[in-house]
């Protein structure tokens, strides 16, 4: 979705009327805000090859249930076409004294080359994550030379941006290095269930306690094997909900980028209830030794609870970025005889013990991932190679179906559905869209200024950065200053007084990747009427101070005007040198 830039209608009146107690014609117009929201579309026959011959004319495309005309309609590999009609209406003559309202954005440009790596090394074991990485490695170094944007994250314990490069082999060779020290994360993750699966199976088994208190040593290991089981599971949720706050954080900065995006991710998965097999078979195992009934163990479901929900929120902001996922994770293999889900409870039981849930419900939400965003789930094997080309041919392959929304749409969600008219064919594309507020934009804009250097200039911004000033320990203080040209800013008048409302954000990127964006700050704009035409010539300076570790951080400021509904990024690098 691109929104274009807001129209503020300046109609003023003449001084006569200004008088009028009743005036005829209203000082100020409505603010015209309207966004293009793009749909990417792929479509294949029944062998799944890519069917790239189709015309406008050949889609349906329905929001919410109600048919919606394309507007713009782009082929794989061809230029945009235009709206049938004007999609913004034209500005109205600003009357003196008052800012005028910025023209009309073009439509964007045909996007550039980009692909995106995430790779979450937080519970891949160490045999699965040096393979894929190998994978993706020499997928990647076919593209070095190219114009191609190659940007690759990573998460074991926080979000890391590791390159940004255009093109570059060695950045991207370094990029993979990081990525691949960090692996084997998961593996601690395996370890830990697989040494409490072992004690609950064994649990019972060989008791040296008199019969008296036998009960009383069953009731304690239960309770032991209780918190250990909910200690394992609730570190097990924290560690899910921080891969998919970075994975949403990752999203974001993509999001401010226009086109469409299409992602690797390497995961394992997510699942709301991480504990659910071993509480199960500590429920049978404890039920079989007593001869009695169980209340079971604490599944912890609020907390599963909430880790769904942001799972659900973070694919829904991928899906209003443009981001198509292509998942690949390890494919899990068969369930041998005597394993975990197929073994007895013990010796002389033929009862099985429960089936783990978990694997699937993990498998279930990265299915979920590739196809709500219209991407496709790959599995770490033979053809893993092979399935990687799909990315680019998928990219190649893409068309391209727009249509314009304004304030009606609201701030929910709103369902897509593309159909084509030629039978026998598969069609592919993400299911939702949602307006984002001014706001939302603007996080996006920051974050994407302080990852990547974007920065959009609607209106004029400098960054002034102070030399970094010691403090006690390690840290630098850094002075920023924030100069804002008033005559690029929309004021309002109230009485005698001309009134801008501004917010400011300001983000920061070091150079281990990690990525902070602070909470905005109002700044409100009062100059008298008076002074209007001095104040015009000259800047509004917003100053704050950053305390910074040593090293090369890229700061990024993002100044929005909330009257025109526009703004505008500044950027730049200070090094911060080591402390005594």
């Not at 570190?235 to 954080?249: G, K, M, N, T, V």
């Not at 991480?274 to 195992?285: E, G, V």
């Not at 008219?421 to 507020?437: A, C, D, I, N, Y």
């Not at 990024?569 to 040198?577: D, G, L």
Request: aromatic fraction near 6%.
């Amino acid at each position: 979705m691109r929104r274009w830039p807001a129209l503020v209608l300046a109609l003023l009146c003449g001084a006569a009327a200004a008088q009028s107690p009743t005036p005829a014609t209203p000082r100020f117009g409505e603010r015209v805000e309207v966004d293009v929201v793009n749909v990417d579309v792929l479509v294949t026959d029944r062998d799944g090859r890519p069917v790239t011959d189709l015309g406008r004319a050949d889609f349906e495309l329905r929001i919410d249930g109600v048919p919606v005309p394309i507007e713009y309609f782009a082929a794989p590999e061809a230029e945009v076409a235009p709206p049938a009609g004007p999609l913004l209406a034209p500005i109205a003559p600003a009357g003196p004294g008052s800012t005028p309202a910025p023209p009309p954005a073009a439509p964007p440009p045909p996007e550039a080359g980009h692909l995106f790596v995430f790779v979450d090394q937080s519970a891949l074991e160490w045999k699965a994550s040096d393979t894929i990485v190998e994978e993706i490695r020499e997928f990647l170094l076919a593209r070095a030379g190219r114009d191609d944007r190659i940007l690759v994250a990573s998460f074991a314990d926080t979000l890391r941006i590791l390159s940004d490069a255009i093109g570059d082999r060695a950045a991207m060779l370094a990029a993979l290095d990081e990525v691949d020290r960090l692996r084997g994360r998961g593996t601690r993750v395996a370890s830990t269930r697989t040494l409490l699966e072992r004690e609950v199976r064994n649990f019972g088994l060989s008791f040296s306690v008199s019969p008296e208190r036998e009960r009383a040593f069953i009731e304690a290991e239960t309770q032991r094997l209780k918190h250990e089981i909910e200690q394992y599971g609730r570190e097990e949720l924290d560690r899910q909900r921080r891969s998919i706050a970075a994975l949403e954080q990752w999203i974001g900065v993509l999001a401010a980028l226009d086109g469409h995006k299409s992602v690797l991710l390497v995961t394992a998965g997510y699942t709301a209830s991480p504990t659910a097999f071993l509480s199960a078979m500590l429920q049978a195992k404890r039920g079989q030794v007593l001869r009695s009934g169980f209340d079971g163990v604490d599944l912890m479901e609020a907390e599963g609870n909430n880790m769904l929900v942001r799972f659900e929120a973070m694919l829904r902001a991928a899906q209003n970025a443009r981001v198509s996922f292509y998942t690949i994770t390890p494919r899990t293999p068969p369930v041998a005889q005597n394993s975990a889900e197929f073994g007895s409870l013990g010796r002389g039981v033929a009862r099985p013990a429960p089936r783990d849930l978990t694997l699937i419900e993990a498998a279930s939400s990265v299915a979920r991932l590739a196809k709500a965003t219209g991407g496709a789930s790959l599995f770490l094997d033979a053809g893993l190679s092979r399935e990687l080309e799909r990315v680019d041919r998928d990219r190649a392959g893409a068309y391209s179906l727009g249509f314009p929304v304004g304030p009606e749409a609201g701030d929910g969600d709103h369902r897509i559905e593309v159909t084509v008219r030629r039978p026998g064919l598969e069609v592919r594309h993400r299911e939702s869209f949602r307006r984002l507020s001014l706001g939302e934009q603007a996080d996006q804009e920051v974050a994407a200024g302080a990852t990547l250097g974007a920065a959009a200039a609607s209106f004029p911004v400098a960054l002034e950065l102070a030399d970094p000033e010691p403090e006690r320990g390690k840290a630098h203080s850094v002075g920023i200053t924030v100069r804002i040209p008033i005559a690029g800013l929309a004021l309002l008048p109230e009485g005698e007084t001309w009134v801008g409302r501004l917010e400011v954000r300001v983000a920061l990127r070091d150079d281990q990747g990690s990525v902070r964006v602070a909470a905005p700050t109002a700044i409100d704009l009062r100059i008298p009427d008076a002074e209007r035409a001095e104040a015009l010539a000259g800047n509004w300076a917003h100053r704050a101070d950053l305390r910074l570790a040593s090293g090369t951080h890229r700061v990024a400021v993002t100044v929005t005007d909330l009257v025109a509904g526009l703004y505008s990024t500044a950027t730049a690098t200070v090094v911060v040198p080591a402390g005594d």
